[in-house]
């Protein structure tokens, strides 16, 4: 995975596609020779209570699996993750809004949510954003992905 | 510790609903402690214990019998055995003193001013004990992760609002990057939201944006 990817909603990265498995990520890095390492999320009292597997990188991009089935992707600070409509990591949150009309702020949850299939992440001292998500489709809709019926 | 005065009259509707549907209530007289302990999260002392374990005397704050204290976010009823006798003349006014604490009413209702009076009884509490206390008052809840990647928050959903069981939904959070990792809970209601922050506001990170209106954590 190197630095400056392309992110694709609904898809994946250059490198991480949503049709992988948990091994074939982790294969994929081990020979890019990028380091790693496994978080377990138990989501203990959640209903469902489906525990997450999250292979994280050292650049900061971290891969979601929910019964070894990959849900979503983000990629943080260092990542330089870029979208395919040229919304970036450490772009101002303002800029992003005149290129992609559909973003709007999820008030509770404190993220920005396009309808292009993507999330947003904000640093809150600078408005820059930090993070960028993309997902599977069934993540758009909390009752369908929650229920982990896709799994 | 906060001396808090109970409202009586909205005490005395949720005292009575308790009387009509508390499934503890199978004898009468009754006993109170096993009432209070499936129905409330408020803890009872004797005016005795608390002078032997803590050397704390109650009655300096002013009552001869029983005292409704918030401690730490805990609502304490203490009582004076010696008062209450047996059988215990004074249940109602137990029943009254802790069916008015709490930010959320028996009825599941909140307001603004019921979180801010009562910001301290969330600090502390994990996510599942909060939402034992949703239950409590009736709410039908389901728990779910946050979207957030970072954060170790969960969300309580709310399957049953009303216009009266208000909430809709609560995070839960043990800190986060973007607020400075000081521990809030976020409470969505019907008609806006509010949130409780562990720290002082110098601590907490914050845009200035934030359409949630902010509780401190109080120092005295």
Redesign the interface.
């Known amino acids: 995975m190197n630095n400056s990817q392309t992110i694709i909603p609904f898809a994946g990265t250059d490198m991480i596609t949503f049709d992988m498995t948990y091994d074939q990520v982790r294969n994929a890095l081990k020979e890019s020779k990028i380091v790693f390492n496994v978080d377990f999320r138990p989501n203990k009292g959640c209903t469902p209570e489906v525990p997450w597997k999250i292979i994280r990188t050292n650049n900061s991009v971290s891969v979601f699996f929910a019964n070894d089935k990959m849900f979503k992707i983000n990629c943080g600070s260092s990542s330089q993750g870029i979208l395919n409509n040229g919304i970036k990591v450490g772009m101002s949150i303002e800029d992003a809004m005149k290129t992609d009309p559909t973003l709007e702020y999820d008030e509770f949850e404190e993220y920005y949510v396009s309808s292009n299939g993507y999330w947003l992440f904000v640093d809150s001292g600078s408005d820059t954003i930090s993070d960028i998500t993309v997902f599977i489709k069934a993540v758009l809709d909390d009752e369908i992905f929650f229920s982990y019926k896709w799994c | 510790m906060i001396a808090s005065k109970p409202d009586f009259s909205k005490a005395y509707i949720a005292a009575n609903e308790l009387l009509a549907t508390g499934k503890e209530l199978d004898t009468f007289p009754f006993p109170i402690k096993p009432l209070i302990k499936a129905n409330t999260d408020v803890s009872l002392c004797s005016f005795e214990k608390a002078k032997r374990k803590f050397n704390a005397n109650i009655k300096a704050w002013g009552s001869e019998s029983a005292v409704l204290q918030e401690y730490q976010g805990q609502a304490i009823i203490f009582y004076n055995k010696e008062k209450t006798g047996n059988p215990k003349p004074r249940i109602k006014f137990n029943l009254q003193l802790f069916a008015s604490s709490g930010p959320i009413s028996m009825t599941g209702n909140v307001s603004e001013k019921s979180i801010s009076d009562h910001r301290e009884y969330f600090f502390g509490k994990s996510?599942?004990e909060i939402?034992k206390y949703l239950n409590r008052r009736g709410y039908q809840t389901?728990?779910?992760?946050?979207?957030?990647?970072?954060s170790k928050a969960?969300?309580i959903?709310v399957l049953n609002s009303t216009h009266e069981r208000n909430i809709t939904?609560v995070?839960v959070s043990p800190g986060s990057?973007?607020?400075g990792e000081v521990p809030y809970v976020?409470i969505?209601t019907d008609n806006g939201?509010y949130k409780v922050i562990n720290s002082r506001p110098e601590e907490y990170?914050?845009?200035g944006k934030?359409?949630?209106k902010l509780f401190f954590r109080r120092y005295w």
């Open positions: 996510v599942h939402e389901i728990i779910r992760p946050s979207k957030n990647p970072d969960a969300v959903k939904q995070l990057k973007r607020h976020k969505s939201r990170k914050t845009d934030e359409k949630a």
